[in-house]
């Protein structure tokens, strides 16, 4: 009997030992072939880096070949290339872009994955598709995921919209549905920056819109449209949008302005305490001294301004060489 359980015992143990290296075999070989794809992905992008780059810096219209396109991956590869190229050219440079992307099928192929998948990824897919320069294949299939579940979806639909027809930008931001939140101003702006969008303050400032007015705000923030302060000011203090006087404020402190009025000062204590924190941090490090916050915040955040002014100021040591 001992025997037997002993015999038993055996088979037992070696065959959980041998699961145990095959276990541990298969974990080694799945992490070489992991390492393998990274390692080929980062050469592969490397290699279509150069290509891309190549052809927008040549004088001459070069045929857009890529090798081992048809591969599995290769085509996710590309669009990442393409993707972060688009992001830092402009004019002509950006439309040699969507050429490579309609050549090679990129468009075709990111609107495939985002007709195949859900939710965040495909946002991910359309927000692709809407960094490299609209093509008339993608400007054609792109209205059906007007209507997504996924807001990110929405709005870089509408984005690849606006970006192919900028006539039509006021009218589609005014009749997006929802208010834009920042990162959507950001990206509303980058099409700005990148000369896709018109530049036109005080009429956005002026809509009954929120969208214009956010996004006329935060024109006026980022090219520092001193001509418009009085209009800031006004709104900062009457507007009855609370997000809207909040946007006009941070816009007037970005203009470096000043707000010795007995009007913002109102404004500012009547925000609550942690509005009145993140306040008093964006003037510190916006370069408004100690004694300015003072005189907004009074003593109650008195100390905690000078904090931050130490904080973001600090002194500049020139050590002469030796």
């Known amino acids: 009997m001992m025997n037997a359980l002993t015999y038993i015992y055996y088979i037992y143990t070696i065959l959980l030992a041998s699961t145990l290296i095959v276990l541990i075999a298969w974990a080694q070989v799945v992490k070489w072939r992991t390492n393998h794809l990274h390692r080929f992905e980062k050469l592969l ?28 991956g290769a085509k996710e590869i590309l669009s990442r290339v393409l993707a972060k190229v688009a992001s830092a050219v402009y004019g002509p440079d950006a439309a040699i872009i969507g050429r490579i992307a309609s050549d ?45 579940s996924n807001r990110f979806t929405r709005f870089y639909a509408l984005i690849i919209r606006i970006a192919a027809d900028s006539s039509s930008a006021l009218r589609e931001l005014a009749e997006y549905p929802q208010p834009l939140n920042g990162f959507e101003v950001a990206e509303v702006m980058a099409l700005l920056r990148r000369g896709l969008l018109p530049v036109a ?72 305490l942690s509005e009145r924190r993140s306040l008093c941090r964006y003037l510190a490090f916006e370069g408004y001294s100690a004694s300015a916050l003072e005189r907004l915040f009074g003593n109650l955040e008195g100390r905690y301004a000078e904090r931050l002014v130490a904080t973001y100021k600090r002194r500049i040591v020139c050590i002469p060489q030796l």
């Open 201 to 272: 303050c005080e009429p956005l400032l002026a809509s009954k819109s929120h969208n214009l007015r956010i996004i006329g705000l935060n024109i006026a923030k980022v090219f520092g449209m001193s001509e418009v302060k009085p209009l800031l000011l006004d709104i900062a203090v009457t507007d009855s949008n609370e997000s809207i006087a909040h946007e006009a404020l941070h816009a007037l402190i970005s203009m470096h302005s000043s707000l010795a009025h007995s009007e913002i000062a109102e404004c500012i204590h009547s925000l609550t």
């Open 104 to 148: 090679n099928g990129i468009d075709r192929w990111l609107l495939q994955q985002a007709k195949r998948h859900r939710g965040f990824r495909r946002a991910e897919y359309i927000s692709r598709l809407a960094s490299i320069p609209a093509t008339p294949y993608a400007i054609s299939r792109i209205d059906r995921y007007s209507d997504d």
């Open 45 to 72: 992008s490397q290699r279509y880096m150069r290509i891309v780059t190549a052809i927008i810096l040549s004088n001459e219209s070069l045929p857009s070949r890529f090798p081992m396109i048809e591969r599995r």
